[in-house]
């Protein structure tokens, strides 16, 4: 069984809370949150105020906050009391990679890294054994949408095998073009948790979509 965080990007903002509530009735076991900057990556999607209102209305939910921004350890705090259960930043960004993880535990909260597709797993390895998650993106952060980038899989795989080669407990989680064709490839590899965006909002039943995802 996979674990499945419904990106809210694809959601209809106009509805946020409710399409948040319909996937989690739906079994998302987190809903994942995309926050963009406009610099890391050249699109802005939501920030802090989104996520303090999603939590107000649902504060049980495991919030899987996606960081596509320079600067990391400047926001930490404002979005971890905002609601973030996970604090998942890009091992590319601009700020001190150990210094933002040790900010993110300070504040209590859980810490994942991510990469985007030309980076090699293998530099993820100083920072391993201290990591509740690692991202692998399967498309260049930015957009929903995009194709499956296969290149993910072998880095699953990898970082699995690092993973119990290591004895570590991060969760494997695999980001972008996640459907139904590719979802069954990610779990193969390795991936524990799916992030899938318009393979879920876009489907004609996004419940059913997010059950299906959830079964592999
Ligand atoms: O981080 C992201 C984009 O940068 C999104 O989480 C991701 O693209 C999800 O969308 P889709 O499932 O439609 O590809
Ligand atoms: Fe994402």
Redesign the pocket.
Known sequence: MAIVSP?I??ADFGKLGADCRMVLDAGAQML?Y?V?DGHF?PNISFGVPVLKSLHKNLPDAFYDV?L?ISHPLQYAEAFIKAGATLYNFHLECEDDIQATIDAVRALGCKVGLTIKPGTEPQALAPYLDQLDLVLV?S????????K?MPSALDKLRWLKAEREARGAHYLLEV?????NATAPQCVEAGADIL??????F?AADPAAAVQHLASL
């Open positions: 990106s990007l694809s994942h995309d963009m990556v996606h596509m993106m498309v260049e952060p930015g957009f929903g949408g995009q499956f980001d972008g073009g996640v459907d992030v899938a965006g318009s393979a879920v876009g």
